[in-house]
């Protein structure tokens, strides 16, 4: 360890539930890289940090109302960020029917100054399948990432569901096949 990096908080707060015999966890990332520097996340900040190269940290971007002042926290995560749009979600510290967190996928319009609840659609499904935006960026060209199943391929491509580079790809696999790597550039 070079450095420890303090981001401010009031009091840990966790999106863990914590039962009889069982804990409920959730995963998410605490950095991601954003155009040459670092954001830093923490559950319990109401503001995400940009840490820049030269040490020093500013703030990002801040939420209201504070995760301190909620009876039931509703937690704020970072997922995809592009120069104009930062991709988010929100999980709420509480189990449904089937045993998950309740998510709610927010998009941030930086020009605009809005944010949306978002649905992101792969072109090259006839059905609109949805894509992830909440995968960690691999570095600063791909802005995410998600693994598409052989088998689903396979069944899709069938079933005449593909266009494009996906059905090309689509028509030389197999349901043995490894999984496809589908990445999400940044536009230059």
Same mark, same amino acid.
């Given at each position: 360890?070079?450095?420890?990096?303090?981001?401010?908080?009031?009091?840990?707060?966790?999106?863990?539930?914590?039962?009889?015999?069982?804990?409920?966890?959730?995963? =998410?990332?605490? *950095?991601?890289?954003?155009?040459? &520097?670092?954001?830093?996340?923490? !559950?319990?900040? %109401?503001? +995400? /940090?940009?840490?820049?190269?030269?040490?020093?940290?500013?703030?990002?971007?801040?939420?209201?109302?504070?995760?301190?002042?909620?009876?039931?926290?509703?937690?704020?995560?970072?997922?995809?960020?592009?120069?104009?749009?930062? =991709?988010?979600? *929100?999980?709420?510290?509480?189990? &449904?029917?089937?045993?998950?967190? !309740?998510?709610? %996928?927010? +998009? /941030?319009?930086?020009?605009?100054?809005?944010?949306?609840?978002?649905?992101?659609?792969?072109?090259?499904?006839?059905?609109?399948?949805?894509?992830?935006?909440?995968?960690?960026?691999?570095?600063?060209?791909?802005?995410?990432?998600?693994?598409?199943?052989?088998?689903?391929?396979?069944?899709?491509?069938?079933?005449?569901?593909?266009?494009?580079?996906?059905?090309?790809?689509?028509?030389?696999?197999?349901?043995?096949?490894?999984?496809?790597?589908?990445?999400?550039?940044?536009?230059?």
């Amino acid at each position: 360890m070079i450095r420890e990096i303090q981001v401010p908080v009031k009091a840990v707060k966790t999106p863990n539930i914590l039962m009889e015999e069982m804990t409920v966890i959730t995963h =998410f990332y605490t *950095t991601f890289p954003y155009q040459g &520097n670092w954001l830093l996340m923490n !559950p319990s900040s %109401d503001t +995400v /940090y940009c840490y820049l190269p030269d040490g020093t940290i500013r703030p990002f971007i801040a939420r209201t109302p504070s995760i301190q002042a909620m009876d039931t926290e509703i937690f704020l995560f970072s997922c995809t960020l592009t120069e104009r749009y930062y =991709f988010m979600h *929100t999980l709420k510290k509480e189990l &449904n029917a089937a045993w998950k967190f !309740p998510v709610t %996928d927010l +998009v /941030y319009d930086n020009q605009e100054h809005t944010i949306y609840r978002y649905t992101v659609c792969n072109e090259d499904f006839s059905t609109k399948k949805t894509v992830s935006m909440k995968a960690k960026p691999v570095h600063q060209e791909i802005a995410t990432w998600q693994s598409l199943d052989a088998f689903m391929l396979v069944e899709a491509y069938g079933n005449g569901e593909l266009k494009g580079r996906l059905k090309d790809i689509a028509a030389e696999l197999d349901e043995e096949s490894n999984p496809v790597l589908m990445l999400v550039k940044h536009r230059n």
